[in-house]
């Protein structure tokens, strides 16, 4: 008689990249169930996808040993044999070595799949580790398309993606087109918690979810009318000046000088100054364009963020307006009573959204697929981001932060690929022409000087 050994392992689920803690219960060597860990700073509630483990561990589909194709792609029948994993993990990398040798290292790219729906979060540092010492610059990630706006339009806005939202220290809790009580446990756990903690809820959502209904505001949005709605709001708290002043000014580049007749920043060489890549501003007090690298202290408040002014040039002078006057331009188009038509929001529930933002000084917020799956969803995700930017909680404790990571050795430092390499990448030779960098430290987009807080373009 066999006798029935059952034991509870502690982990953590890797289905998704909440890594929900787990208590596994393990019967003989088999995974019998997986309840949350209680214990775990992220595990007090598990979805069904995680609670299902052991039927995906167990499943008689799951491909547990390498197989080796031994008819030709035509053929319907792959004829798949069971091979060792030395024998597999021998011949990939000759074929590597041989592609290398062949036509170098660059000639090989390689695909990542994704750790939204797959458990690699915990493997991506070694495959990047891998990929880089085999010495090419060529790596192909997948993304979703709830990804790319939550990840990239934020880049191209913050300098970085959507940062961390802190919900159990914030005042204001906003969830644009998020449901994590879904999709997020652990959000949804840390959200429950701020919430007993005092903070205000606010959705965005068609959808009645679980925390719209709990919410202070649910503005039942009409779907892919978003961009609006936050442009109404953020049009809501420029005219009421209650949007973070100072940030905007130290923090931004609202206060750039934009040409009138080119649309493009005004740079030191338009005015034959001697840093001719310098960006300007316009010193109220002075009456005159400065560089805005030359500012200091208490400088900023004298830092025009309205109106239209006449900079002096070599042959005649340029029009020019600070980068903020040509955003607020663009949110003024969005009235609350044009807004309320096109968003189906009444008016006054979009004057509260605008007063709970304007009121709260630590807001922590998540945009997501609500806002991803639609059209203009990387525009749409830049407006939300510069509606938060106007709050002035990006990178604030407490709100929406940009945590600095526990001090570690990464096994995929960018250093394991040589300079001249990395040079070749994509994003290292777009990052110098201001768009964000996915590695190394985030930099001010406009200025390439590193920063800890990645100034915010509010583009025109
Ligand atoms: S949300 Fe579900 S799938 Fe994702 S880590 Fe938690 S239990 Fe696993």
Redesign the pocket.
Known sequence: MTTMIQEDKHG?????????G?VNLVANDALVAVRPDTSHP?GKA??????S?PELVHSADRVLYPMRRTTPKTDADPGWQRISWEAALAEVAQRMLQARREGGAESVAFAVTTPSGTPLSDSIDWIERLIRLFGSPNTCYATEICNWHKDYAHAFTFGCGMPTADYRNAELIVLWGHNPTN????QAEAIGAGRAAGAKLLVVDPRETALAGQAEQWLRVRPGTDAALAMAIANLLIEANAFDLDFVRQWTNGPLLVRSDNGRFLRGRDLGLADGDAYLVWDAHAGQARPSSALAGRDFEHVALRGTFEVGHTTATLACRPAFDLYAGECARYPADVAAQLTWVAQADIRHAASLFGSARRVAYHAWSGVGQHDNATQTDRAIACLYALTGSFDKAAATGSFKNPRTTRSAASTCCRPRKRARRWAMTRGRSGRPRRDGSPRATFTGRSCTRSPTPCAP
Request: hydrophobic residues 25%; positive net charge; aromatic residues 10%.
């Open positions: 953590y689920c890797t289905l998704c990249r909440s890594r929900c787990t992220t598990m979805c069904m996808k995680g609670k483990a999709t997020w446990l652990s």
